[in-house]
């Protein structure tokens, strides 16, 4: 085991999680890949190792403990709406290798590198489309066939819910990591919530070694299908998200 990855093994014990060998192997030729695509396409802000250690690597399994309390992943359908470098996705399939993983992202110089990246680290059940969200919700495909559907620092939580709601199945989840605004967020987005199917379980804190900003994560029970007008056309979710008045209109 690499030395360098000391933050991720003891950040993923205090999560429970015992890396093993190849799985760290696999964390280390991800943040080196990153880091060197990085340096020439912009992927992300952070560009030491330390940093992807914590806020991508640790930040994305911070789902885990939360998901296996509630069924776990094993055999089971993900979504990863506006992944970008991957995260949470590819560090919960790297942990998790049965899961069936759906990695979405709108720019493709992001999908370029995640096509890359899978092949790079072998990994199996894994496909990347470059598409919005709004697109893959209208799909018979993809429309209400996941068990999870993720996303982390993608829009608000009106606009997320459109996002996410849409394509998860009956009973299962929609989960948005979220900083220290994620109760005002989720108090705003109750009515569109409820209208697009979704009930919310709980918000669930996380802490990262190392970091002081709040962190949350917002889980969503799909208790209803999503009506299906929703989601509207691509722009639209966050060009007028969702509100009570969309709810009377209902």
């Known amino acids: ?111 370029d590198f995640l096509r890359a990246l899978v092949a790079e680290l072998a990994l199996t059940g894994v496909t990347v489309i470059h598409a919005r969200a709004e697109r893959l919700g209208r799909e018979a495909l993809h429309r209400e066939r996941y068990d999870w559907a993720l996303a982390r620092a993608v829009a608000e939580m009106r606009v997320l819910a459109e996002y996410l709601l849409p394509l998860v199945r009956l009973g299962g989840w929609a989960l948005a990591q979220k900083g220290e605004h994620a109760p005002a967020e989720v108090q705003r987005a109750a009515c569109a919530i409820t209208l697009l199917g979704g009930e919310v379980e709980r918000l669930e804190p996380v802490t990262l070694p190392g970091l002081a900003e709040e962190r949350f994560l917002v889980l969503v029970r799909k208790v209803a299908a999503t009506p299906p007008r ?21």
């Not at 992927?43 to 914590?54: N, R, S, W, Y």
């Open 1 to 111: 085991m690499s030395a360098s990855m000391t933050l991720l093994l003891e950040g993923a014990a205090r999560l429970g999680l015992a890396l093993t060998p190849p799985q760290v192997e696999a964390f280390r030729r991800y943040q080196a890949m990153l880091l060197a695509w990085n340096r020439r396409f912009n992927l992300t802000a952070i560009t030491e190792p330390e940093g992807v250690q914590v806020r991508h690597f640790l930040d994305a399994l911070s789902c885990l403990p939360a998901m296996r309390a509630r069924g776990g992943l094993e055999g089971r359908r993900v979504v990863d709406v506006g992944t970008g470098a991957g995260f949470p996705g590819l560090p919960l399939k790297i942990v998790c290798p049965a899961m069936r993983l759906t990695l979405v992202e709108a720019t493709r110089k992001k999908t």
């Open 230 to 250: 929703y989601p509207r056309r691509e722009g639209m979710p966050a060009k007028r998200p969702l509100s009570c008045t969309d709810t009377e209109r209902s």
